[in-house]
């Protein structure tokens, strides 16, 4: 795993247990072109602290003057441990 990574995800971890999270963590992002993003985001693990699963899902984002219009969310994976992701 290389540092960046490490770090982002350290900092994920600290943002869950402030309790300050939002719904979905950014995990990669991809531009294609000039006017289309691609957002790889995993929702906050669920569960019980022996056995948490997260989603993994896709965002598509038109750009329109530097701001993301017309998301579309895809569901990538379902019910998946956190450390198999990455």
Request: with cysteine; hydrophobic share 40%; net charge neutral.
């Amino acid at each position: 795993m290389n540092k960046a990574r490490f770090f982002f995800l350290v900092g994920a971890l600290a943002l869950l247990a402030s309790g300050c999270a939002s719904k979905h963590i950014l995990v990669g992002q991809t531009f294609i072109g000039e006017d289309r993003s691609i957002k790889m985001m995993m929702t906050a693990p669920m569960g019980s602290d022996d056995d948490r699963m997260v989603h993994q899902l896709m965002r598509i984002c038109t750009l329109n003057d530097g701001s993301e219009t017309n998301c579309k969310d895809t569901v990538v994976l379902e019910n998946v441990r956190p450390g198999s992701l990455y």
